[in-house]
């Protein structure tokens, strides 16, 4: 797993290994956060973004964003792997200045201290929890008004008042756009 574009292209990330499976590890393959940075371009992200990265794993997504100029990630993790997973990767891109880590569950988030433009979600597969995500960001400030969600799940996925802009399939992996309300 690598960096794909950017300040840190080709920087590779700290491998999951074997992981912990109960941990529910499965990084975003490169292929697929290739395509999805694509598409975020044409949104103009993550370019001066501030962003939350949910269920962060091992923090590819937030990097890959710092990377290609968001100002700030915030990465959400309560497993101990991919705590230290992201401890690990952000020390390896050097970003401790615009980069923190939250070692809370999602539905436990704390107030924002500053609304985020760029939201990813992945969390495990299968499990619906990505509107009760959507809901607590929302419900602490973490969302912007108009912000983009990224929802990556083995199934499309929507959230009631969030606009779907796009849907996208790569092998079992849906990934859905929306647009805050």
């Known amino acids: 797993m690598r960096i794909i574009a950017g300040h840190h292209r080709g ?30 371009m044409a949104y103009g992200l993550p370019q001066g973004a501030r962003v939350l990265d949910l269920f962060a794993g091992t923090g590819a997504l937030g990097l890959e964003a710092l990377s290609r100029g968001a100002t700030h990630t915030t990465f959400v993790d309560n497993g101990r792997v991919a705590q230290k997973l ?7 891109t050097r970003r401790e200045a615009d980069a923190a880590l939250l070692t809370c569950a999602v539905d436990k988030l704390p107030s924002a201290p500053e609304a985020c433009d760029l939201i990813f979600l992945d969390p495990p597969y299968g499990k619906a929890m990505g509107a009760m995500a959507i809901t607590a960001a929302q419900r602490n400030g973490w969302i912007a008004p108009d912000a983009l969600i990224v929802l990556e799940d083995s199934t499309p996925q929507a959230v009631a008042s969030y606009a779907v802009l796009d849907q996208r399939k790569y092998g079992d992996t849906h990934i859905t756009l929306m647009r805050a309300p």
């Open 86 to 92: 992201i401890r690990e990767n952000i020390g390896k």
């Open 11 to 40: 920087l590779t990330l700290a491998s999951v290994g074997k992981g912990d499976a109960a941990a529910h590890l499965r990084p975003t393959p490169d292929r697929v956060r290739e395509s999805l940075f694509n598409v975020l």
